[in-house]
């Protein structure tokens, strides 16, 4: 690619995103970024977002709220990184909403599409990749820590969001990549490493 790219991370809770993203930014000089929560207001949005306290949200309200994070992160963080000629790495993205708050929830996505390409202005990412592992290794992964709103929906919520992810990645398979994220992380930074430089020329 002759210009900057930006690549996302998706995939279920505890299946390596952050561990691979920030490895893989710093391998390219990437600029590295988040959703939710990759600016100052974003922060705040998503403590509403993962408070556990929080028991009566809307699921309108919070895609509401996650579209105003990514608003601000796109305004903020990934375009001017692009514009300036960096690359972006995302721990998660505009995917994140369809599969959670599409495919789980159930709202209707062409709704989410709708709202959410009004709220990214239209910079979609370049790349998505998506780590996949078997269900029992991440509730092994997550079995450590505790568990916030999106992590306690149960396993029928977030094997929508798995089977939404596939399914996705299957429709667009000129910007998704799916990897086997179950081996050792070296493996599979490695494994992500050579698909970029395959698929971006990076
Ligand atoms: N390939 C791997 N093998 C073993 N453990 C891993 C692997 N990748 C990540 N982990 C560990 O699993 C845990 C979850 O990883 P990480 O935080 O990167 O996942 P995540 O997808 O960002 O999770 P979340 O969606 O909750 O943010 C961490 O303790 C991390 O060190
Ligand atoms: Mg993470």
């Known amino acids: 690619m002759d210009r900057p790219v930006y690549i996302a991370f998706e995939g279920a809770e505890g299946c390596g995103k952050s561990t691979q993203a920030r490895r893989l930014a710093a391998d390219l000089d990437a600029i590295h970024t988040r959703e939710t929560g990759g600016t100052a207001i974003g922060e705040r949005l998503r403590a509403i977002l993962h408070d556990t306290s929080v028991t009566d949200l809307d699921d309108h309200a919070e ?15 990934v375009r001017p990184a692009l514009a300036a000629g960096r690359n972006v790495v995302s721990d ?66 977030h094997r929508r969001v798995d089977d939404g992810f596939v399914e ?35």
């Open 168 to 202: 996705m990645a299957d429709a667009d398979p000129e910007h998704w990549v799916v990897v086997d994220a179950s081996g050792p992380i070296d493996t599979v930074t490695a494994t992500i490493r050579s698909i970029v430089r395959e698929r971006l020329g990076l």
């Open 63 to 77: 895609a509401l709220i996650i579209a105003a994070d990514r608003a601000q992160h796109l305004a903020e963080v």
């Open 92 to 157: 998660r993205s505009v995917y994140s909403t369809l599969a959670y708050q599409g495919y789980g929830r159930g709202l209707p996505l062409d709704d989410l599409r709708r709202i959410n390409g009004w709220a990214i202005g239209d910079t979609w990412p370049d790349l998505v990749v998506l780590l996949r592992v078997p269900e029992h290794v991440t509730r092994d992964r997550m079995s450590r820590r505790e568990l916030d709103r999106f992590e306690r929906a149960g396993d029928e919520f």
